[in-house]
Nanobody, 123 residues
């Protein structure tokens, strides 16, 4: 599956952004989908994931209650709604696809990655 993320930008602290990831391929619904982020000078970290049918979601503690992951299998898209943004949310955000869902927070489990989209939160 090929992925393309979009929706990043500059926002003030406390604001909101919605990221979207478009996927190609007829088997999109078979994949767990995840969002990861990489802040300047730091490693890539897990943000959120969603099961193939969207019935299960997982979040990093740092974003729980502020971010919401969702998917539309009819449109082959996955979204990340980000509210109450903080400067520490500044990062490049990547969407990724995992065919197994065995370890949804482990970057190495994902076999398809989109190009990232930059989110900058100003204080």
């Amino acid at each position: 599956v090929q992925l393309q993320a979009s929706g990043g930008g500059l926002v003030q602290a406390g604001g909101s952004l919605r990221l979207s990831c478009a996927a190609s391929g007829r088997t999109f619904r078979n994949y767990y989908m995840g969002w990861f982020r990489q802040a300047p000078g730091k490693g890539r970290e897990f943000v959120a994931a969603i099961s193939g049918r969207g019935s299960s979601t997982w979040y990093a503690n740092s974003v729980k209650g502020r971010f919401t992951i969702s998917r539309d299998n009819a449109k082959n898209t996955v979204a990340l709604q980000m509210n109450s943004l903080k400067p520490e949310d500044t990062a490049i955000y990547y969407c990724a696809a995992d065919p197994t869902g065995n370890a949804i927070a482990i970057m190495e489990r994902y076999d398809s990655w989109g190009k990232g989209t930059l989110v900058t939160v100003s204080s």
